[in-house]
């Protein structure tokens, strides 16, 4: 005859079954277990193991949930080993706005003023979101001087396929990618007034093949042009990411950036401080070349959530002017550290909005 578990195993079971089920999904902020999320369970006299599934748009900090979930159940399992598996949930993504986008998170990358980097962080944070486990297309909504397809070494013409979509350019990994850049000569300048400019920007939207993604990572043209209000009529945008340098003078740009985005009704998703100091390869010593810490400081008088700080990487930059950035990321560590602390932040505060104010069940129509 078969063991039966003890009334206290069975009691402890029950207890963290309920603990776990009750603890905000990282995606949407409702319960897990009212999501299915709660894969397996099983308590013994000396461990407990579980199975969490998170969606592949949260799975950057799905080792910070399964630390958490961790750390609730030993509260009452005292002694007991613990093991909280976090297995990819598949989730769909619903069609997003007017252009019917299949998105979970529209995130845009702007800044208040050329020449901070901002390409190659919108870039870099779309292959790094991938990397940790994320389904992710970049977007160049910078038309008038689009930079994505030179920083990842992208060339060729879109195709229109059977079913009268654009075919975005893609990285070896799959990656959808779709820029003015595809389109123009290498000389061409585009010269257009804003009508033009929108339809550009909804058509990149609406008639790219885009398949069911997580982020679509928009990478904005710089200052405070109207893009931005083009976007938020288009698509539920989840956050806007502002890149600054630490000079007063770029500070200052950044802040009118945040009062455009949050003129049109876009929430801010965070700052991101690029060339904050230089680590000399041959010294070890770090530089303070523009400053430091400037944006962190102003994120914090403005109330808006600051996501890392990126140092002058000589490497990163030598593989964005050849085209190298995607592998770059991909084998060098160093490189690629500053975005995961920046990926990270952007996904544990949209999760923390998420569970702040979770959606609301839809009624089934009659």
Same mark, same amino acid.
């Given at each position: ?6 009334p ?11 603990? $776990?089920?009750?603890?905000?999904d990282?995606?949407?902020? @409702? ?5 299915g ?8 006299? =000396? ?14 900090i799905?080792?910070e ?5 961790t750390?609730?159940?030993? =509260? ?6 613990? @093991?909280?598996?976090?297995?990819? %949930?598949?989730?769909?993504?619903? @069609?997003?706005?007017?252009?019917e $986008?299949r #998105?979970?998170? /529209?995130?845009? /990358?702007?800044?208040?003023?050329g ?6 962080v919108?870039?870099? $944070? ?9 389904? /992710?297309?970049?977007?160049? &909504? ?19 396929s ?6 975005p350019?893609r ?7 779709m ?18 400019? %929108?339809?550009s ?6 008639? =790219?093949?885009w398949g069911?993604?997580d ?12 893009v931005a209000?083009?976007?938020s ?8 990411? /502002?890149v600054?340098t630490?000079?007063?003078?770029a ?5 009118k950036a ?8 876009i ?18 010593? #770090? ?5 430091r810490g400037? &944006?962190?400081?102003?994120a914090?008088?403005l109330g ?11 490497? $990163?930059?030598e ?6 950035l995607?592998s770059?990321i991909?084998e ?12 990270r932040?952007l996904v544990?505060?949209?999760a923390?909005?998420? &569970?702040a104010?979770?959606p ?7």
């Open positions: 005859m078969a063991d039966q578990p003890s206290e195993s069975s009691s402890l079971e029950e207890t963290v079954r309920d603990l $776990l089920s009750a603890h905000p990282p995606e949407t902020g @409702r319960p897990l277990g009212s999501m999320q709660l894969k397996e369970l099983s308590v013994s006299e =000396t461990e407990v193991i579980a199975s969490v599934g998170i969606t592949s748009h949260c799975q950057p799905a080792a949930v399964a630390q958490t979930l750390d609730k159940v030993q =509260t009452v399992a005292p002694g007991k080993t613990v @093991r909280i598996d976090t297995p990819v %949930h598949d989730r769909p993504p619903a @069609r997003l706005g007017q252009v $986008l #998105t979970k998170s /529209v995130i845009l /990358v702007g800044s208040g003023k020449g901070v980097g901002k390409s190659t919108a870039a870099s $944070l779309a292959l790094t979101l991938r990397r940790l486990g994320s389904s /992710v297309g970049l977007m160049d &909504a910078d038309v008038y001087g689009p930079s994505i397809p030179h920083l990842l070494g992208l060339s060729g013409r879109p195709a229109i059977e079913s009268k979509k654009i075919e350019i990285l070896p990994d799959s990656m959808p990618v820029s003015m850049g595809f389109l123009l000569e290498k000389d061409q300048a585009v010269i257009w007034r804003g009508p033009m400019l %929108h339809g920007i909804n058509q990149f939207l609406k008639d =790219t093949d069911e993604l982020y679509l990572v928009i990478d904005m043209p710089p200052g405070t042009g109207d209000l083009t976007l009529q288009a698509v539920p945008v989840a956050g806007a990411v /502002v600054c630490p000079q007063e003078v500070l200052l740009d950044a802040v945040i009062s455009m985005f949050k003129k049109v009704n929430p801010i998703a965070g700052i991101v401080e690029n060339m904050s100091g230089f680590l000399c390869p041959d010294c070890g010593k #770090t530089y303070d070349i523009f400053g400037g &944006a962190r400081q102003k914090e008088e808006v959530p600051y996501l890392g700080g990126l140092p002058i990487d000589i490497a $990163l930059r593989a964005g002017d050849e085209g190298r995607a770059e991909a060098h560590p160093q490189s690629r550290s500053p975005f995961e602390q920046i990926a932040s544990r505060n949209l923390a909005k998420a &569970a104010a979770p609301k069940p839809s009624l089934p129509t009659l």
